[in-house]
């Protein structure tokens, strides 16, 4: 079985950036449901007995009947772990060390991947998420995905996170969904996106 990590932050806590509404409704409704969904898909398996991670990364061992009910429902559940790990309140740290090094060398500046990431994330078309991705040589690359799939079937290691699905910005933010992204970078746990990339 697969458990929903606790929420370690109030749901008002990341506001004016993210409104406690949505972040209440994000957490207790859908990141619930994938978790929920999941494990019922899984009931009776032994897929709960591994990683998640392992899981998502080959498709084709889980049986073709069940394959949709698992991997969508487990791209939901991994999707939203790792973008409440990225995001944070206080302590956030700032960009530096290896990753630094790494985003100045691939896209020249800091700003230069911002505007690179922030372009991605604006271009997917309907709902899906927008990450920083690290190759099996250590480069780094920007990938969005549709829906709920992740860089993970094409062995990337995601970075960062974000959730471009209306369900995360919309109450506040309506179809501004260029305004969320730039609300979104002052939220930033860049102590846990180092932590995944060393």
């Known amino acids: 079985m697969f458990i929903q990590p606790e929420l370690w932050f109030a749901y008002d806590a990341l506001a004016p950036h993210i409104d406690a509404m ?8 859908h990141h619930a449901w994938y978790t929920k969904k999941l494990n019922a898909a899984i009931e009776g398996t032994t897929f709960g007995e591994g990683s998640i ?7 084709s061992q889980v049986p073709e009947e069940k ?9 939901g559940f991994y999707n939203h772990n ?10 956030k740290g700032i960009l530096s060390g290896d990753l630094k090094d790494a985003i100045i060398a691939e896209y020249w500046s800091f700003e230069g991947f911002q ?8 271009s997917l078309f309907g709902s899906g998420w927008t990450y920083l991705c690290k190759n099996s040589e250590g480069g780094l690359c920007i990938k969005r995905c549709s829906f709920q799939e992740t860089p993970l079937k094409a062995w990337l290691t995601p970075l960062l996170w974000l959730d471009v699905w209306e369900h995360a910005y919309y109450l506040h933010y309506q179809n501004r969904r260029a305004d969320y992204v730039s609300a979104w970078w002052d939220v930033i746990n860049w102590n846990v996106v180092e ?3 060393g």
């Open 22 to 29: 949505t972040m209440e409704i994000h957490y207790t409704k």
């Open 195 to 197: 932590k995944r990339y």
């Open 82 to 91: 790792l973008f409440r790990e990225s995001i944070n309140p206080e302590g």
């Open 115 to 122: 505007e690179a990431f922030t372009a991605k994330a604006l």
């Open 53 to 59: 991670e392992d899981l998502l990364s080959d498709p």
């Open 67 to 75: 394959r949709h009910a698992i991997m969508n429902n487990g791209w």
